[in-house]
C-alpha cells in the first residue's frame, strides 16, 4: 500500500487530493439518493461498478509489476479494488440494500482471481481476411 500511497502523492496535487476526498464522501450520499428514487437503480448501478472493476483490472498496465515485484499481489489488489467500491457499497447500505451492497463488495473482492485477457486492439495488415 506505499507504493499506491507514494503514486498518489506524485499524481495528484494537493487541490486534487483534496477533490478526490469531497467526492469519495459526496459518493455514498449521491448513490443513496438514487436508489431511494427507485429501487430498480441499485442492480444497474451495481452492475456498472462491477463491470467497471471488471474491465478496470482486465486492462491494468501494471498488473505484471504487480504480481512480480509485490510480496503479496492479490491482496494488494484486494485492498485497492475494496477501497474503489466502498463508497458504491456505502451508498447501498445507507439506502437499505445490505444484500445488494454485500454481493458487490464480495464479487469485487473476488475480481483479483479472475484471468487476464491480454488482447491487442489493432489487427496487422494482412492477417485479418
Not at 512480480?68 to 489488489?77: D, M, Q, V
Not at 447500505?93 to 473482492?109: Q, T
Request: charge should be positive; proline fraction near 5%; include cysteine.
Amino acid at each position: 500500500m506505499r507504493l499506491r500511497i507514494v503514486q498518489l502523492r506524485r499524481d495528484f496535487t494537493t487541490y486534487g487530493l483534496v477533490l478526490l476526498g469531497i467526492a469519495v464522501c459526496v459518493l455514498p450520499w449521491l448513490v443513496r439518493q438514487i436508489v431511494e428514487s427507485d429501487a430498480n437503480y441499485k442492480y444497474y448501478l451495481g452492475g456498472a461498478v462491477l463491470l467497471s472493476m471488471v474491465g478496470l483490472h482486465q486492462r491494468r498496465l501494471d498488473l505484471d509489476f504487480v504480481r512480480k515485484h509485490l510480496p503479496f499481489p492479490r491482496s494488494e489488489l484486494i485492498a485497492e479494488y475494496a477501497l474503489l467500491a466502498l463508497p458504491i457499497a456505502l451508498g447501498f447500505w445507507c439506502s437499505n440494500a445490505w444484500r445488494e451492497g454485500l454481493m458487490l463488495f464480495g464479487a469485487v473482492l473476488c475480481i483479483p482471481w479472475m484471468p487476464v485477457a491480454r488482447v491487442s486492439a489493432r489487427v496487422p495488415c494482412g492477417c485479418a481476411r
